[in-house]
């Protein structure tokens, strides 16, 4: 009986990581805020060319602002969420987060 639960919950993983990964499909720079799926928190920040100019400006290398970014948004969420995945989507940075 374990085992059944293991493989619908596998599946129900797999289709909730393919909901949030086809929704980061519908994205644009200008886009920035979260959006939940199911136990999963994902936020996401769009870089035009004028926030790349700002950063570039500012001296900050993409790993600084990944880092910022990463740092904000678990504040944000209080710690209860674990990050379990991120990166760039485009221009379009994004880390989803699971309720721990």
């Excluded at 805020?33 to 996401?44: E, L, S």
């Excluded at 504040?75 to 485009?90: A, F, Q, T």
Aim: net charge negative; with cysteine; glycine share 4%.
């Amino acid at each position: 009986m374990i085992k059944l639960y293991r493989i619908v919950e596998n599946i129900n993983k797999n289709k909730i990581m393919n909901d949030i990964y086809s929704f980061l499909d519908t994205l644009d720079t200008d886009d920035v805020g979260k959006v939940q799926f199911d136990d999963y928190i994902v936020h996401f920040e769009g870089f035009t060319d004028e926030c790349w100019y700002d950063a570039n400006k500012r001296k900050k290398s993409i790993s600084d602002l990944e880092n910022e970014m990463i740092e904000d948004w678990t504040e944000r969420l209080n710690n209860k969420y674990k990050l379990v995945d991120s990166g760039w989507h485009g221009d379009i940075f994004y880390a989803i987060f699971l309720k721990k």
